[in-house]
């Protein structure tokens, strides 16, 4: 149960409202299951579309530099699409798997030494609260409160200790939301070139095109970026144009350089 609106306390802070903070806190009492596990998968999403999109766009960006055919483009971008958006996924379902398995792993260990010797738990507790600026006397109250309930003492000794924070998203969740998250915008630079094929009288502007439909979805996801970071969602949209735009401008010289090699 969480006794605020967490959507008001966070727009709030943004605007240091206090008296806006104050109306967040009274009164409301309610659960957010479902908001919480969808905002789990928020970060996969932005961040697979970021990384699809830009490496799709420098591909496409560096085939253009090289003066190679629309049919180059669709081969290695499509490729890259697939390969890089299964190595993401795989990556990112192994990652999320290993760190909930040590997670849980020293979960169990700090439950166990728990039972086996709760006083030198306690005093760990301590210590930590009296660096932080506690007196002893209170650490010690504070501790003997939490004491008394193994499971949240457990879970503060997880954070407050080893810095541990559970996480509880599904590794396979995640990673096919990264995959479609990544594949989805990573079509994006690819879907002129795609058109081109059938009308002809686009090959001449696909690079620009393009480029602006590119540009228009790197600012969209990185004003979207906001969900997690809390910038202002300008400022996100414009630094992720400006990454990758870099990106996109290396890659083409890169292709400029290289175009008598092909």
Known sequence: MISRNLDKAREAYKNKDAEAAK?????????????????????????GGLDGIITTFAVVAGV?????SAGVVLILGFANLFADGISMAVGDFLSTKAEQEYNTSEKNRESWEVDVYPEGEKQELVDLYTTKGYSKEDAQQMVDIIAKNKEGWVDIMMKEELEIIE???????????TFGSFALFGFIPLIAFTIAQLYQSLQDSTFLIASVMTGATLFILGALKVRITNQKWYRAGLEMLLVGGIAAVAAYVVGVLLKGVA
């Open 64 to 68: 253009a530099g090289a003066q190679l």
């Open 23 to 47: 109306e967040a806190h009274a009164g409301h009492v309610h659960s957010e299951p479902h908001k919480q596990e969808s905002g789990q998968y928020i970060g996969s999403a932005v961040y």
């Open 167 to 177: 996480d509880n998203s599904s590794p396979l969740k995640n990673s096919l939301v």
